[in-house]
């Protein structure tokens, strides 16, 4: 016979949790439910540092609204700007489910969360470098100016390909296509095998004792496995762009920058998925993993991609197009002059 000698105010408590997670399978009294506790050192630590980061994101959000008329955001696209920094604030977020008592909701909201917000963030990422190499690719001009020129004019046909111009409006379907796919695996994986959670004992990290809830569900390990191959499909789409960008003009290429994010995304998903997965780590290490992962992914794009268009603008550092010359068509193309008025006129 299985037995829970709780006393006092603990008896509740504990008939609450059998209530909803089923019985504790133990012979031996039960004091405590181990989980990262709002009101605690590390869950107080870990709300501020992820509420400041969030503030921070906020703030270059209005930076990006305020400055979009100047030629350092419009040659970035500002809406896609917009859309990567709300992806970046949504995977963020998602720390927040990761403290207090775990339940049904938060299990399933920390995973829609950092999914959703990581296709938003990266799927944009791709297709604002796609756009760029798209108009450059397909300028066709007339040089009305000297290559001298500082601020070249926008020459007739400039960035309109066969199908049309080059607009962000244009590209946007892509973005909207990849999130999509994200949201049906998540809704799938949320209908037929809904999370749930589980009371454990006898973990490493606790005592005769304690308890703590875990998220689990029938086929976690088979729906991990379809979004980090999914997922997997962008960073790679992501290496594939950066390698044939990398000779666009350092102005409008990002390839740098995607191969960056790439790498740190390969790192730290190398260093925490196997940490979270085969080792028996308390409630308050996951949640300082996942803190500084999340940190690590999405706070490293909003300052690689947007924060140094913005630190431009206030050192007044002059937008340039023109670069010593080189002998590949791809260089060639960075410097045709009017590329500069197509951004700014194909915001639509």
Known sequence: EIRLSLVGSEMCIRDSINAEYGTVDVSYRVDEVVYVHLHSAVGVAMAVLT???LF?????????LY????????TSSPKFCIIISIGCLLGLSS?????????TMRCTAKIWFSAVGFSMMFSTLLVKNVRVLWILKSSRYTPSQSSSSSVPVSPRGAGVSAQGPVTETTVSPIILICVVVELIILILWTSIDTLRVKSVTGLSYLTPRQMTLVCTGDHIPVWMIILVVYNGGLLLMGCVLAYKTRKINDSLNESKLIAICVYNI???SAVIIPLLLFVDLSPDAQVVLICLASCSVFVTVMALVVVPRIWKIWNKEAFSLHSPARSTSSSNLSTSPGVTSVFSHSKN
């Open 95 to 103: 720390v927040f489910f990761w403290i207090g008592e775990p339940t």
């Open 67 to 74: 400055y979009q008329d100047n030629i350092w955001i419009r």
């Open 56 to 64: 921070l994101m906020v703030l270059v959000m209005c930076a990006i």
């Open 266 to 268: 390969l790192v730290t």
């Open 51 to 53: 509420s400041l980061m």
